[in-house]
C-alpha cells in the first residue's frame, strides 16, 4: 500500500452507496462522514471498499498517530489477547502497574489513574480538582469553580458541554452543570479578572485543536502558571489531542517550559486499537481519591494497558516527537506558501496544522481533497485541520501537499 494510485474517485462505486445507505438509515446522524467507506489500512495509508487509497491526513484526530496497525502496537495487542482482556480493577495484574509506572515517568510525574475515553479522563480531573479544592485548599462545600475557555473541546458528556461555547455541542442538552467560569482563550488578563480563592482548577488545551488548532501567544502558557500559582488553583492541561508527540515534543506545554498539576491524555495512548486515557499528576492530588470514590469497569485493563506500555516505549526514545518536530517544519513551510487568494491563515506546530481558506469552505475544501487522495476534516467554518501519523514519510507527506495545492487551487 505505498505507492498511490492517482486520483481517488471518492464516493463512487455501488459497495460505497450501499454502504452509505446502511449508514444512513440505521446510524443516528451525529456525523456527517465524508463519502468515503474504508476497508483497511496500513502506516499512513487506507483503502476504501472500491480499492481506492487516501493518505489520511486526520489519523483519528490524533489517536492514530503512530499509523495504522503500527507492527509494535499490533504485537503487543496480540500478544495480550493471548493471556488475559479484562479483570476489572477488582483484582490486580501484570500490566497495570507496569503501565502506570511507565506512563508516569514519560510525563515525568508520580501517579496515573488510567480510564478509556478522553471526556472520562476530563471528567476525572474535574472530579480531582474538585475533590482537592474542598479537601486540600479548603473550599466551602459545593462552591468549587473550574475555569475553562471560549472556543474549548473537552468532549460530549452533559458536564462537559455545560462549558462550552460551541451553540451545536452545547443547545438542547441543559440543565448544566454549575461551577465553571468560561473566559477568553490566550488572554492573560481576562484569565487574572477571572480567578479567586474559590477557582480549583483551569482546565486549558495548550492548542485548542477543535477549535481549529489555535495557538495561543507566546507566554500565554506560562502566565496560566503564574495565576495557578499565586491562587492556589490545579493547572490542568488537556493534552489529548496535543500531546504524545503531535506537536513535535511528548507535551504541548513543553514549548513553554511549563509544567502543569495535571495532564489530561487520551487518544494516541490506546495506539489506535483500544480506548486508553489518564490522568497524570502528583501523589499529593491524585492521592485525594479513596477507594469506591471513582472508577471505572474497563479503566486500565490488560489490552489497553499493554496497547499503552508500547506506545510509551515508541515515545521513550524521542524519535516519533524528532520526526513531529523535522516533518512540521516542513509541513508548515510548504502550507505558508501557498498562493494568499487561496489560504488566509495557516496555524499549529508540529505534524499538526489549520488551514483557512479564503474562497471555499472547509466541508468542501475536504470533499475536494478526498477526491485527490487526501483525507482531512474540516473544523469550524473554512478551516480544515492536518494531522498526519507522525510515521509519515517526507515523500508521502509532499504527496499530499502537491494533492492539495492541485485540488484547491
Ligand atoms: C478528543 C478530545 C477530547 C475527548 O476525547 P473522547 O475520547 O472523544 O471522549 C477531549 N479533549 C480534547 C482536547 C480532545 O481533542
Known amino acids: 500500500m505505498n505507492t498511490p494510485t492517482g486520483e481517488a474517485a471518492a464516493g463512487s462505486g455501488t459497495r460505497t452507496a450501499a454502504l452509505r445507505a446502511m449508514t444512513t438509515a440505521h446510524s443516528a446522524h451525529n456525523y456527517h462522514p465524508l463519502p468515503v467507506v474504508i476497508a483497511d489500512g496500513e502506516g499512513a495509508w487506507v483503502r476504501d471498499v472500491e480499492g481506492h487509497r487516501y493518505l489520511d491526513m486526520l489519523a483519528a484526530y490524533s489517536a492514530v498517530n503512530f499509523g495504522h496497525r503500527h507492527p509494535r502496537l499490533i504485537a503487543a495487542a496480540q500478544r495480550q489477547l493471548d493471556r488475559v482482556t479484562l479483570v476489572s480493577r477488582a483484582f490486580d495484574h501484570d500490566q497495570f502497574g507496569p503501565f502506570c509506572a511507565e506512563l508516569a515517568t514519560l510525563a515525568g510525574m508520580e501517579m496515573v489513574l488510567p480510564m478509556n475515553t478522553g471526556a472520562e479522563a476530563v471528567e476525572t480531573a474535574i472530579k480531582t480538582a474538585r475533590k482537592w479544592g474542598y479537601q486540600v485548599k479548603g473550599v466551602p462545600a459545593d462552591e468549587a469553580v473550574i475555569i475553562a475557555f471560549e472556543g474549548n473541546f473537552h468532549g460530549r ?201 479564503t474562497a471555499i469552505g472547509g466541508r468542501e475544501a475536504c470533499e475536494r481533497l478526498a477526491r485527490h487522495g487526501v483525507l482531512a476534516k474540516d473544523t469550524h467554518g473554512t478551516t480544515i485541520r492536518l494531522a498526519p501519523p507522525l510515521i509519515i514519510s517526507e515523500a508521502d507527506l509532499d504527496w499530499a501537499l502537491d494533492r492539495i495545492a492541485e485540488a484547491l487551487s
Open 157 to 357: 458528556t452533559t458536564t462537559i458541554v455545560s462549558f462550552s461555547t460551541d451553540p451545536l455541542a452545547r443547545e438542547g442538552f441543559g440543565p448544566y452543570t454549575p461551577g465553571f467560569r468560561v473566559v477568553p482563550y490566550g488572554d492573560a488578563a481576562a484569565l487574572a479578572g477571572a480567578m479567586d480563592e474559590k477557582v480549583v482548577g483551569v482546565l486549558v488545551e495548550p492548542i485548542q485543536g477543535e477549535a481549529g488548532v489555535i495557538v495561543p501567544p507566546p507566554g500565554y502558557l506560562g502566565q496560566v502558571r503564574e495565576l495557578c500559582d499565586r491562587y492556589g488553583a490545579l493547572m490542568m492541561a488537556d493534552e489529548i489531542q496535543s500531546g504524545l508527540g503531535r506537536t513535535g515534543t511528548t507535551f504541548a506545554c513543553e514549548h513553554e517550559n511549563v509544567v502543569p498539576d495535571i495532564y489530561i491524555l487520551g487518544k494516541a495512548l490506546g495506539g489506535g486499537i483500544v480506548p486508553v486515557s489518564a490522568v497524570v499528576s502528583s501523589a499529593a492530588i491524585l492521592g485525594v481519591f479513596q477507594p469506591g470514590q471513582h472508577g471505572s469497569t474497563f479503566g486500565g485493563n490488560p489490552l489497553g494497558c499493554a496497547v499503552g506500555r508500547e506506545v510509551i516505549a515508541l515515545l521513550a526514545t524521542g524519535e516519533m516527537q524528532e520526526r513531529s518536530a523535522k516533518l512540521g517544519t516542513h509541513l508548515h513551510s510548504r502550507l505558508s506558501a501557498l498562493p494568499r487568494q487561496m489560504v488566509a491563515q495557516v496555524r499549529g506546530r508540529g505534524l499538526w496544522a489549520g488551514v483557512e481558506f
